[in-house]
């Protein structure tokens, strides 16, 4: 198993995700929205799932402006826990598109960066709900159709705050280190059943909301742009990684 040392740099040839159906959540803005856009100019019809129908909308009418294949909108809170709306998004998926090539969990909620000693129960709760609970969730619901598909690519969004824990960084920090865990346990039962591979990847320190929030006074422009870290969700989501199982990934060397 090859893989490159750099993923930024990755060169993923024009038709890299021809006739795959990606799933990204939390496609509205950031890192989500820019992969969703990636995604759809290699070839590939993307399902933008996500709770604000009008920013998914705008992401909708970009692709479809570009150009690239028709593009196909989920309204869908994560926080939620109900078993039966995770169905009945996998039901309409299978009965929509047959089958899931890729499902990219990117979206995420940074919650407060405090002391645990001060941290609220329910602000960890809900961090944990929006962060892992919903992976899982939509994870379990989603497999049968990524099963169907041949070669599907899962992507777990991690962090550096959830390989190595940091101080003040709160349920973000210990729900990205059960992501990880579920990527590895995910990856761990399916090597031997299937050919879905499982993998996490870290996006490192990007211009979006999230990042301007939780580092209010850092230079606009000390981190890459959504777009510049690409590489690595396109080898990821692309046949080239095919084999690459149980992989914590950075998106750029950090
Ligand atoms: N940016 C960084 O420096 C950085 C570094 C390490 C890891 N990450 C990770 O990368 C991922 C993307 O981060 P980002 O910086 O692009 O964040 P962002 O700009 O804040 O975008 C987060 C996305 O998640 C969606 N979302 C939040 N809660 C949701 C819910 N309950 N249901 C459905 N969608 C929901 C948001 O939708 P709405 O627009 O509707 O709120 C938005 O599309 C996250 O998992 C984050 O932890 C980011």
């Not at 899982?136 to 169907?148: H, K, N, Q, S, V």
Request: net charge negative.
């Amino acid at each position: 198993m090859h893989i490159p040392s750099d993923l930024s740099a990755y060169q993923a040839g024009a038709d890299l995700l021809a006739g795959k159906n990606l799933l990204v959540t939390g496609a509205s803005t950031g890192i989500g929205r820019a992969a969703a856009l990636a995604f759809a100019a290699h070839g590939a019809t993307v399902i933008l799932l996500g709770r604000t129908e009008g920013k998914l909308t705008e992401v909708y009418d970009a692709i479809d402006a570009a150009g690239y294949p028709k593009a196909a909108i989920a309204p869908f809170d994560l926080a939620s826990n109900d078993e039966a709306a995770y169905a009945a998004l996998a039901t309409q998926l299978q009965d929509h598109f047959g089958s899931l090539h890729g499902l990219l969990h990117n979206a995420g909620m940074l919650g407060p960066l405090k002391p645990l000693s001060q941290y609220a129960a329910n602000d960890f709760q809900q961090v944990l709900d929006i962060n892992l609970r919903s992976n899982f969730l939509l994870t379990r619901a989603l497999m049968p159709i990524l099963e169907t598909a041949g070669h599907a690519s899962v992507v777990f969004t991690s962090s550096s705050v959830g390989r190595k824990g940091r101080a003040y960084w709160g349920a973000y920090a210990i729900s990205k280190f059960g992501v990880e865990g579920m990527m590895q346990v995910w990856a761990d039962e399916l090597c031997n059943t299937s050919d879905v591979r499982v993998n996490s990847l870290n996006p490192g320190a990007t211009r979006t909301a999230m990042r301007r929030s939780a580092y209010p006074a850092e230079a606009a422009d000390a981190n890459p742009e959504p777009r510049q870290i690409m590489g690595a969700y396109l080898y990821l989501m692309g046949d080239d990684s095919i084999g690459v199982n149980g992989q914590a990934l950075n998106a750029r060397p950090l």
